[in-house]
């Protein structure tokens, strides 16, 4: 089974400039999460995506970031205009129900990481 | 507020060494969850394990084991007989009853296993 794949893996941007990541979770998972991982910190949830909806932004700088999940699939997070501030590793995730659990594991893709020069 | 303290930065042992991980957490709920991912140098969080607030039994799996202790709000994690591959970055982390999937995630405790 296929992993959640996320591209780009690398990208360096001035600040201003826009950005945009995405991700295509694992085929059948209903729920998609967005972190922010700054050097040295543990990860930070941005927004989670329960199919196309959103379940919770409360962590997401909307005056720059934004995220979509069109036809409750792959997600774009999209940066704009980037801070120095906003150099991290983002990472996406997809969890869905177990058989036999209620308890909801999320898998991890590989991050992008973004340097804001 | 829900909090996780790693208040190991950066921890370097010999390979075949046993290394205990520390873990303190703060939370008001009675019933919350621990857990601990790894994350190693290709970048992706790997789950390892997740324990109920009520279940203070610790646990053993291969060479890793888990200390879990309500009194001192501790959740230690110890490698036994390191390996090379065992190098990585740990995290623990802690979420609540409502919302099981949203995780708080601690710093972080880089381990490097030396050959």
């Known amino acids: 089974e296929a992993g959640v794949a996320q591209s780009p893996r690398y990208k360096i941007i001035e600040k201003r400039q826009s950005v945009a990541f995405w991700c295509n979770p694992i085929?059948?998972?209903?729920?998609l999460y967005w972190y922010q991982q700054i050097l040295g910190q543990g990860p930070k949830l941005l927004i989670q995506?329960?199919?196309?909806?959103?379940?919770?932004d409360s962590q997401l700088p909307k005056d720059r970031f934004s995220a979509e999940r069109l036809k409750g699939v792959d997600s774009t997070l999209k940066i704009q205009p980037a801070k120095l501030e906003d150099s991290a590793v983002y990472l996406c995730?997809?969890?869905?129900?177990?058989?036999?659990?209620?308890?909801?594991?999320?898998?991890f893709g590989p991050g992008t990481r973004l340097t804001v020069l | 507020a829900q909090k996780v303290t790693q208040a190991q930065t950066e921890i370097s042992v010999v390979e075949k060494e046993d290394v205990t991980l520390d873990c303190v957490y703060e939370?008001?709920?009675?019933?919350?969850?621990l857990f601990w991912y790894k994350q190693p140098p290709s970048g992706e969080l790997v789950f390892l394990i997740r324990?109920?607030?009520?279940?203070?039994q610790n646990e053993i799996s291969g060479r890793y084991s888990w200390n879990f202790q309500k009194s001192t709000s501790s959740f230690n994690f110890t490698i036994t007989a390191s390996q090379v591959v065992d190098s990585a970055v740990y995290f623990c982390?802690?979420?609540?009853?409502?919302?099981?999937?949203?995780?708080?995630f601690g710093k972080g405790t880089r381990l490097h296993i030396l050959p």
């Open positions: 939370t008001r709920d009675t019933t919350y969850y």
């Open positions: 995730a997809s969890s869905s129900p177990g058989r036999g659990t209620t308890y909801n594991e999320q898998f």
């Open positions: 085929s059948g998972h209903a729920t």
């Open positions: 324990r109920n607030s009520f279940d203070e």
């Open positions: 982390a802690l979420s609540d009853e409502n919302r099981d999937d949203k995780i708080i």
């Open positions: 995506f329960q199919n196309n909806g959103v379940v919770d």
